[in-house]
């Protein structure tokens, strides 16, 4: 097949056509040195003809102040020319990248070709490329991070359920419970009244009274576990509240020879919350730190307040929790503790708190490592302490 026919310009037409052109365009003659560069061109860089006519390629590093994505450029073919990418720097310091497509134009016979190279400003396109990019990221780990949260609410969720049912087993038992209590309670103080206090017997009566009252004692953390409530709130002084809890735990930490330290400021603002479960949620933490810890240990209770809450850290110098059994210990019934460890518990009490502390609007976190101990956290708005409390504040 004959080539198309086409038309000759005359040369001189020819440059005016290529200097008119909007994309740059540079002619290198035979032996690599500029021939002709068009204005596009000039404006791009910021440079005039004059310093670019004449110069070698390898000069035109220094004139334009390229840096190659990869040095040397790595191009790729199309349609018999060679394409790649420049990085330029314009006079005024402005970073262009351009891609440059280079084709060879033939000589006459016996002499060597031309190469004419078109210049075209992608900095744009590049610019765009590089949001996507960035877009494409952020969305990925929007993606990644909403999936991570959907599991944790999915866990939550499934975790919450399960308390529900065991809470409400164990209210259905701690319902059982109380009947043969109450009437067990009822005979005692009749049998008491029957055994003259010098009977040598009278002893074992007060033991029986003893733990009665302590398996009531259950059977109500039973019932907070199914149904934790705010109890009536009013103004509470936290201070007075952890010294109150001291006094409560002293003899198990003398006993076990831990230390208490309380880094508690004078100027803390009252919550107004239900004095009893706020006494109970805090000598539980303090009684647990004392128990994690070791013999001669340190247990630190301090407290902070900002514009919003009052949090206050019960700190041990115990092993630490262990990453396996962490999920676990806000669980009813869920307990490390030994008789061997001279421990006793049934594992409510971590649950209790945590389920007290929500019920007064706050949160109740750890923080933990191993060898270096644990630290709970309790968090509560300064504004109203509780919902319940907000509805029964003292007039």
Request: aromatic share 4%; charged share 25%.
């Amino acid at each position: 097949m004959s080539e198309p026919p086409r038309a000759d310009l005359p040369i001189d037409r020819a440059w005016e056509l290529l200097d008119a052109a909007p994309a740059g365009v540079v002619v290198l003659d035979a032996t690599g040195r500029v021939r002709f560069v068009n204005r596009a061109l000039c404006r791009l860089a910021g440079v005039t003809a004059d310093a670019v006519l004449g110069r070698a390629v390898a000069d035109l590093r220094t004139v334009f102040e390229w840096d190659a994505e990869d040095s040397p450029p790595r191009a790729s073919e199309v349609d018999g020319r060679q394409v790649f990418d420049l990085c330029l720097r314009h006079v005024d310091g402005r970073r262009l990248w351009v891609q440059v497509s280079v084709q060879r134009l033939p000589g006459a016979v016996g002499a060597a070709d031309e190469m004419l190279a078109f210049v075209i400003d992608v900095t744009r396109q590049r610019e765009l490329e590089a949001r996507l990019r960035s877009d494409a990221e952020r969305l990925e780990a929007q993606v990644v991070e909403r999936s991570a949260r959907l599991q944790v609410l999915e866990a939550r969720r499934l975790q919450n359920e399960r308390l529900a049912a065991l809470g409400q087993l164990a209210a259905g038992v701690a319902h059982e419970i109380n009947n043969p209590l109450a009437g067990i309670k009822n005979a005692l103080l009749l049998v008491r009244d029957a055994v003259p206090l010098e009977h040598p017997d009278r002893i074992y009566l007060d033991m029986i009274d003893k733990e009665v009252d302590r398996i009531g004692t259950i059977v109500r953390r039973m019932y907070e576990v199914y149904r934790p409530e705010a109890g009536q709130g009013r103004e509470v002084d936290v201070r007075r509240v952890l010294d109150d809890a001291q006094r409560l735990i002293g003899p198990s930490l003398a006993e076990r020879r831990v230390q208490l330290v309380m880094d508690v400021a004078t100027d803390i603002p009252a919550l107004v919350v239900p004095p009893d479960q706020m006494l109970e949620i805090l000598e539980h933490l303090m009684r647990n730190a004392g128990e994690a810890s070791r013999v001669g240990g340190l247990v630190t209770v301090t407290v902070a307040v900002s514009a919003s809450v009052v949090a206050i850290t019960v700190a041990d110098q115990g092993e630490g929790i262990a990453d396996e059994i962490l999920p676990a210990i806000f669980d009813p019934f869920f307990t490390t503790k030994t008789v061997e460890q001279g421990l006793r518990g049934m594992g409510l009490g971590l649950s209790v708190s945590k389920s007290l502390v929500e019920a007064l609007g706050g949160r109740l976190y750890v923080q933990t490592e191993a060898g270096r101990g644990s630290t709970f956290t309790v968090v509560l708005p300064r504004d109203q302490g509780v919902a319940a409390g907000a509805r029964s504040k003292p007039r």
